[in-house]
């Protein structure tokens, strides 16, 4: 059984910092593309950031260009979220998702598994 777990979410001012972790267990973890997303009140999910299967390949939504690093550690089946200038808009349920590819995609349809979910919220 795949499991996904996040943790390091919270409360922070504007301007603040937060590192987001997303602990896979279950599966072959460095096979596969990892991504994060988010969820506001009353929007859609969208997609954050995702990382290919090697750690070498990432991309990010447009939104958090510049602010956001998303890393993985194979060795710990770790996916990480480092966000930096944390803006109000940025306040969110965060989830981490594993996808069945070794290529990150902004589709959320292409992630297969799903974490609960870790709220940040910023202050502003």
């Known amino acids: 059984q795949v499991q996904l777990v996040e943790s390091g979410g919270g409360l922070v001012q504007a301007g603040g910092s937060l590192r987001l972790s997303c602990a896979v267990s279950?599966?072959?973890?460095?096979?596969?593309?990892m991504g994060w997303f988010r969820q506001a009140p009353g929007k859609e999910r969208e997609f954050v950031a995702g990382?290919?299967?090697?750690?070498?390949?990432?991309a990010y939504a447009d939104s958090v260009k510049g602010r956001f690093t998303i890393s993985r550690d194979n060795a710990k089946n770790t996916v990480y979220l480092q966000m930096n200038s944390l803006i109000a808009e940025d306040t969110a349920l965060y989830y981490c998702?594993?996808?069945?590819?070794?290529?990150?995609?902004?589709?959320?349809?292409?992630?297969?598994?799903w974490g609960q979910g870790t709220q940040v919220t910023v202050s502003s």
């Open positions: 998702a594993a996808s069945d590819s070794s290529v990150y995609a902004s589709d959320r349809i292409r992630y297969r598994y």
């Open positions: 279950g599966r072959t973890f460095s096979r596969y593309a």
């Open positions: 990382i290919g299967w090697s750690g070498r390949s990432t």
